[in-house]
């Protein structure tokens, strides 16, 4: 179809104005508005990390490295304990990580406490609802997963993440992704749909995968029953509205003390969508920004003798 008497520079600037409005509903997430209630589902999944009984193996660690398909440690990798000198996160090719930290001079225990590091699997993922365009989605075992295929790059999921979890392929030019743990989840990965390759791995059962209701229920159980092991605080029941994961840590040490962050039980998103939805209702700010542009590429227009119109 031919258009007379519309320049290309014309009929980009109204097709990209009509585009962007046509497509503000099809940009957006299928959910974005976090839950009022807070209900989660008797059937989430979810996994209790006992610190009292790690004891730093990383068997974990080649276990998750195996089963996405990363460069797998060898034993004398994992039994070299200079890996501990310093602090580690999770990557974009190690979903986990274990770290060391000592014990205090007065503790009758002599072990270092190990702690594990990765996704927490949020109730209501702040990475979920910061997403633009659905990247991110939070399935009804727990698991948050990612699709790159929707992804723009952005990275608003790594600012968004109260936990500092996902990371980014920066070495990767031509298609990189976020990164971060699936519990297991994710396209091509073996353990898919069952239990997590570093849960099975363990050779202490310090981890333990089921109903996350029944995972708690046992937390608190052990709380009760040992009150001289553990600390009393479950992390991850209630921290930024509840995690599928929780952790039980050593009496007298606060989970600040072990890398953990400290925060309150309200859920990122609740404080943050209210705002985000309000300025970008009906795309009004984008909307606003671009037709600016169209009308500066308007002004700023070439006229009959090939002069470009500048304003006086």
């Keep these: 179809m031919i258009v007379v008497g519309l ?5 980009l600037t109204k097709a ?40 730093g193996c990383r068997r974990c660690e080649a276990a998750c490295q195996e089963a996405n ?49 990765n996704c927490l699997h949020c109730n209501e ?31 608003y999921c790594m600012v968004a993440c109260p936990f500092q979890i996902p990371t980014y392929e920066y070495d990767n030019v031509l298609t990189p992704q976020v990164r971060k743990c699936t519990l ?5 990965n073996p353990y898919k749909g069952g ?32 009150p001289d ?12 509205g509840g995690t599928s994961w929780a952790y039980l840590g050593p009496k007298g040490y606060p989970f600040e003390e072990l890398g953990f962050i400290g925060l309150g039980s309200s859920p990122p998103p609740m404080r943050t969508e209210r705002i985000q939805h309000g300025i970008f209702k009906y795309f009004i700010p984008p909307l606003a920004w671009y037709g600016l542009l169209g009308a500066v590429m308007w002004v700023s227009r070439p006229d009959a003798d090939g002069e470009r119109r500048m304003p006086t």
């Design 184 to 188: 297991c989840c994710n396209e091509g």
């Design 125 to 155: 993922p702040a990475c979920v609802s910061a997403c633009l365009v659905g990247a991110f989605q939070k399935l009804d075992n727990s698991a948050v997963v990612y699709d790159a295929w929707k992804c723009m790059g952005c990275r």
């Design 69 to 117: 398909g990363f460069e797998v440690p060898t034993d004398e990798e994992l039994q070299d304990v200079a890996v501990f000198a310093k602090h580690r996160r999770p990557g974009p090719r190690s979903y986990t990580t274990i770290n060391r930290f000592p014990r205090r001079s007065d503790d009758p225990v002599a072990e270092p406490i190990f702690v594990k590091a």
């Design 16 to 55: 990209g104005l009509a585009g962007l409005a046509g497509s503000t509903v099809g940009l957006l997430p299928d959910r974005a508005i976090a839950s009022e209630t807070g209900e989660i589902s008797d059937d989430r999944m979810g996994v209790l990390v006992d610190l009292t009984k790690c004891i």
């Design 195 to 226: 239990v997590p390759a570093c849960v099975q791995t363990c050779p202490k059962e310090a981890m333990t995968y089921g109903k996350r209701n029944e995972v708690l229920a046992r937390a608190h159980e052990q709380v009760r029953r040992y």
């Design 229 to 240: 092991v553990y600390n009393g605080h479950i992390y991850g029941e209630h921290e930024a």
């Design 7 to 11: 320049s290309r520079r014309d009929f």
